[in-house]
């Protein structure tokens, strides 16, 4: 018995080095494998070998289902950006110091680690800790990132991982050229220099034109000041009932209005600005003294009568307000 245990103590140390030999080699195998084809194509077998402890490496495994049959689209969708961060991360730490490898384990070859996890949902993604080494953890368990918040983008799960490996090189998610958006954004350019080169003479006038201006400035004048804004950020009715069997156009109140109300409004003010600028703008041209009184007379009327609507609809509205204009 004593010579045994002595045997024992003596072949301590040796299996204790042969297990670290076993684990750095074994992540020399697969670093030399991730070089060519990243990231790594496991299976069961290939899986359990990779992730068994001890090991002195970290593992980042994507547990996926690709096939149509299985109709996982966030599966499909999530493939290029986690190739995009393999390939990446390998190309920028090619020596290994990271002591870190991509591992992708697809259901149709990976069924039997499937049930035994429980999976009922794809994608998963697994970070294994290394179980010896500087970067250590006591807990075996691997994390786990949740999938069902924020963006599913290789930059998103860089920074996770990086997290999971507080020392190391990080090599960053390095894009490949998009030389077909270049092309379609230079040819989109260029069209639309070209169209405005030719459309100049044409556009440029109208553009350059103040009575254009005047009319835009105008209407959005009108637009905003009959109440367009109230009635998008309220969501006033258009018309409402007014308690006879009738529709009432205007809301009681200041604070208050329908949708048809403010078209009213709208309207009454675009009468006034026209009239006005008729008045100010047109009537002076005339050169028959006739008709330009008459001009005077009938703008004067317009002005008159649509102004005492407008007081009677103040007036509609708050009872109180002291101002009118008959006829209205």
Partial sequence: MRLLKSLSLLLLPLSALAAKKSTSDRFKDFHTKSLTSTPLKLDDQLYNKLT????DYGVAILLTALEARFGCQLCREFQPEWEL???????GDKAGESRLLFGTLDFVDGKATFQSMMLQTAPV???FHPTTGPNAKVDIQPARFDFTTGNHNADTIHSWISRQLPTGPKPPVVRPINYIRIIS????????????????PYV?????NRNVWAALSLIGILLFTSGHMFNHIRKVPYVSGDGKGGISYFAGGFQNQFGMETQIVAALYGILSFATISLALKVPRMADPKSQQAAVFIWGGVLF????FLLSVF??????YPFWLPPF
């Fill in 185 to 200: 954004v230079t040819t989109a350019v260029l069209g639309l220099i070209t169209f405005a080169t030719v459309a100049a």
């Fill in 204 to 208: 440029m006038p109208l553009v350059q």
């Fill in 85 to 91: 961060l393999a390939k990446s991360w390998n190309k």
């Fill in 52 to 55: 068994s402890a001890p090991r």
């Fill in 125 to 127: 993604l697994l970070f």
């Fill in 305 to 308: 009568c649509v102004y005492s």
């Fill in 315 to 320: 007036r509609l509205k708050n009872g109180g």
